[in-house]
């Protein structure tokens, strides 16, 4: 199983950027898929989940809330994350995540893909 990430790069506070993830190797159709991040310094973060299920549901970190948005292909295997009104704190390595489980707000993946840098300048 493979998680290519990619969409990662320098972009100025205010903009917005997507980032996308393919999966290969499974086909995710029915399970959790996700991002986190780790900026320097600091653990990773989760920053949201998609299920797999007919209404697609999304839950998001409280930073996250409002300003990102999670959207998957089952049809491609993708999970896309759009973010916008980028912040300089949102500066970190973005990874992407599937299966696992989803159980008390805390999100355990089985599968992680390789991190894309993304880089807010002020």
């Known amino acids: 199983v493979q998680l290519q990430a990619s969409g990662g790069g320098l972009v100025q506070a205010g903009d917005s950027l997507r980032l996308s993830c393919a999966a290969s190797?499974?086909?995710?159709?029915?399970?959790?898929m996700g991002w986190f991040r780790q900026a320097p310094g600091k653990e990773r973060e989760f920053v949201g989940i998609i299920t797999w299920s007919a209404q697609m549901n999304t839950y998001y970190t409280d930073s996250a809330k409002g300003r990102f948005t999670i959207s998957r292909d089952n049809v491609k295997n993708t999970v896309d994350l759009q973010m916008s009104s980028l912040k300089p704190e949102d500066t970190a390595v973005y990874y992407c995540?599937?299966?696992?489980?989803?159980?008390?707000?805390?999100?355990?993946?089985?599968?992680w893909g390789q991190g894309t840098q993304v880089t807010v300048s002020s």
């Open positions: 190797g499974r086909n995710f159709s029915t399970d959790l």
């Open positions: 995540a599937a299966g696992g489980s989803f159980r008390s707000n805390i999100y355990r993946p089985m599968y």
